[in-house]
């Protein structure tokens, strides 16, 4: 079983940068895919940035050329770094990890982009 969490997002306006952070926990080991999905209030559910255990990335078109997913992998951690945020980019954003076909996911943190 894996524990995800969390930390960093916040308030920026638009132009600005955030740092969102991820760290599981658990038997990490069988952690493969690891990626960041994002909800907008009234919206479905959306993938943000994937990364896999050998480091290829894809990334929604919508944030190409402005995110940027790492990960660590003997620390189990993932990152998304976002810059020239957008209002549109305005959502509760999701760690999660996948073990064995099975993802386990994060509580969600809050990204808002206002003037």
């Known amino acids: 079983q894996v524990q995800v969490v969390e930390s960093g997002g916040g308030s920026v306006q638009p132009g600005g940068s955030l740092r969102l952070s991820c760290a599981a926990s658990g038997d990490t080991n069988t952690i493969d895919v690891m990626g960041w999905n994002r909800q907008a209030p009234g919206k479905q559910r959306e993938m943000v940035a994937i990364i896999t255990k050998g480091g290829h990335t894809n990334y929604r078109d919508s944030v190409k050329g402005r995110f940027t997913i790492s990960r660590d992998n003997p620390k189990a951690t993932v990152s998304l770094q976002m810059s020239d945020l957008q209002p549109e980019d305005t959502a509760v954003y999701f760690c999660?990890?996948?073990?064995?076909?099975?993802?386990?996911w994060g509580q969600g943190t809050q990204v808002t982009v206002s003037v």
């Open positions: 999660y990890v996948s073990t064995a076909g099975y993802d386990n």
